[in-house]
């Protein structure tokens, strides 16, 4: 089952906890066991899973990352946003969740997070549950 999520970003650098968006769309689906994979159809955004407890692991993510590939460096790319090019494929445009028992295999302290480079824009995430 396909389910395509709607997410809005409000700011250039952001990354959104859409745990529970992606846990109803795997409760909706009635899939007890199986994988759900989350895929991001953009250029300039990702996905990843991490820290959800302290959101100062959100923050330092979101600084350091703007450290390691800064938004200005001498690009050669037209569009002026080579670095958010940059910054969505080395976290990468998906993710694969074991589900057990309807709920996403997660730990205690992990969260799936969409990550905005080019924002504030209106984005789509696409989640698919496989399984019996
Ligand atoms: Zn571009």
Known sequence: ???????????????????????????????????????????????????????????????????????????YHFEGNSAAHLKSSMIGFSEQIIIDEGRLVLGTWQGIYFCEYDGPRNRKVYVMVMGE
């Open 1 to 75: 089952m396909l389910t395509k999520l709607k997410v809005n970003t409000t700011k250039h650098t952001q990354m959104l906890d859409i745990t529970d968006k992606v846990q109803k769309a795997v409760s909706d689906s009635g899939v007890k066991d199986g994988i759900c994979t989350v895929f991001i159809p953009h250029t300039t955004a990702a996905v990843t899973i991490n820290e959800n407890a302290d959101p100062d692991v959100v923050r330092d993510f979101t600084t350091e990352i703007d450290k390691i590939v800064p938004w200005e460096d001498g690009y």
